[in-house]
C-alpha cells in the first residue's frame, strides 16, 4: 500500500518531496490542491506528467464515495453517507444557521463506547478514520453542496478522543493557513469523558469548544447509560472539566440528551445545576432522537423546557438545540445503521 499523502501536514509534505529530489515549491503546490478535493493527481495540471506519475506511484489518494444523500425538506439539512475506500460507510451532516454552514463529521467506522441512546455504537468499533478521512469529510461535503463550510463539529459516528493522535492531526491540517484555514474557535469535539485525553488535550491549549456528552449528573443514573462513567465516573470528570477550564480559559459546553422518564425530572435538573455551580459551563439540552433499536423515548417538550428553566434558576446557562434534519435520519449512526439492514455493501474491515 502507497503512503498516505493526505495526512501530511506542508512540513511533512515538504520534508517527504525533498527526500524525493523536488524543489520545495512543489510541496505547496501539491498540498493546494490536495485541500480543494483533487480526486486524482492528473488534476494537478502545473505539475509536469512525469511528476503526477511518480505522485501515482509512491502515494494514495482515497476520496470517498457517495452512496446516499437525503436532504430535510424542513430545514435544507443534508446528510450524506459515504463509502470508504477499504468499503466501510461513515455519516457527515451538513447543517446552514445563519451564522454560517456546519458540517458535522464522524471520526471513526463505529464506536466502542456502548452509549445505550446511540445508534453509532450497535454494531461496535471498526476502525479509526485517519487524518485525511476526516479531512475528505469537509472537503467533499463543501464540494458537493456547493456550500462553503464555516464550522465544523466532531460529533459524528465515533468517539474522537479515543482516536487522539488522528483527530489532532486532522484538526492541524483543516487549520492550516494553506488548506482551509478553519479557526479552532469554529471548531467543537465531542467526548463521552475519556478523562485522560481530556487531560492531554487541555494541554495542547488549541482554543477549540470541547463539549463533554454529560447526560446525567450522578454516578448511577451517568452508568446505566454510558459504560464510560464506569471507569471515569462523575466526580473524575468534573475534575477534569474544571482542570480543562483553568488551563485554556474555554467554556465547556455540555451536552445533555432529553430521555423520557430517566433523566429528565426536576430533581434531577437540581443535581445538575449543583454540580455545575461555579464551572463556567453552557448545557445543551438536546431533545432525544428515536434510534428502533432503543426503548428510550424523547422528552416532551414541556419537560425539556421545565427542566431549561430550573437550571437557569440556578445561574447555569442552558439552551434546547434546535432539531435538525429529523426527515433524513440526522442522528449519528442512524443512515449507516439503516444502509446495513438493507443488506447494501457498507462491509466492517476488511
Not at 437557569?312 to 442552558?318: K, N, Y
Amino acid at each position: 500500500m502507497n503512503r498516505d499523502i493526505k495526512s501530511m501536514d506542508l512540513a511533512q509534505l515538504t520534508q517527504t518531496l525533498a527526500e524525493l529530489g523536488e524543489p520545495k515549491f512543489r510541496a505547496k503546490q501539491i498540498y493546494t490542491w490536495l485541500h480543494r478535493g483533487a480526486r486524482t493527481f492528473d488534476e494537478m495540471t502545473n505539475l509536469s506528467k512525469p511528476l503526477r506519475q511518480r505522485l501515482s506511484e509512491t502515494f494514495d489518494l482515497t476520496p470517498p464515495e457517495v452512496v446516499r444523500k437525503q436532504v430535510s425538506r424542513a430545514d435544507g439539512t443534508v446528510k450524506y453517507l459515504w463509502r470508504l475506500s477499504d468499503g466501510n460507510c461513515v455519516e457527515t451532516v451538513l447543517m446552514q444557521y445563519h451564522h454560517g454552514n456546519t458540517v458535522c463529521i464522524s471520526s471513526e467506522v463505529g464506536c466502542a463506547m456502548g452509549c445505550a441512546f446511540c445508534a453509532s455504537t450497535l454494531g461496535g468499533l471498526v476502525r479509526r478514520l485517519t487524518p485525511a478521512e476526516m479531512l475528505d469529510q469537509v472537503l467533499f461535503t463543501q464540494l458537493d453542496s456547493g456550500l462553503p463550510v464555516s464550522n465544523i463539529v466532531l460529533m459524528g459516528i465515533g468517539e474522537p478522543l479515543d482516536n487522539y493522535d488522528n483527530v489532532l492531526r486532522f484538526l492541524r491540517l483543516v487549520n492550516s493557513p494553506e488548506g482551509l484555514n478553519i479557526g479552532m474557535r469554529h471548531i467543537s469535539l465531542s467526548t463521552c469523558g475519556l478523562v485522560p485525553r481530556i487531560e492531554r488535550l487541555a494541554q495542547e491549549n488549541l482554543q477549540l469548544t470541547l463539549s463533554v456528552s454529560l447526560h446525567a449528573p450522578n454516578n448511577k443514573l451517568r452508568s446505566s447509560i454510558m459504560p464510560v462513567n464506569k471507569a471515569y465516573p462523575v466526580e473524575t470528570l468534573m475534575a477534569a472539566c474544571r482542570q480543562y477550564f483553568e488551563t485554556t480559559g474555554r467554556r465547556i459546553s455540555f451536552e445533555y440528551a432529553m430521555i423520557r422518564g430517566v433523566n429528565d425530572t426536576p430533581e434531577v435538573a437540581e443535581e445538575l445545576a449543583a454540580l455545575l455551580q461555579g464551572l463556567a459551563a453552557h448545557v445543551n439540552l438536546i431533545p432525544l432522537n428515536d434510534v428502533a433499536e432503543s426503548p428510550l423515548k424523547p422528552s416532551t417538550r414541556a419537560a425539556v423546557e421545565a427542566f431549561q428553566q430550573r437550571l437557569e434558576r440556578h445561574g447555569i446557562t442552558a439552551t434546547v438545540r434546535r432539531t435538525l434534519g429529523s426527515d433524513i435520519d440526522a442522528s449519528c449512526g442512524q443512515l449507516r445503521r439503516k444502509y446495513e439492514k438493507e443488506g447494501r455493501p457498507c462491509r466492517h474491515g476488511d
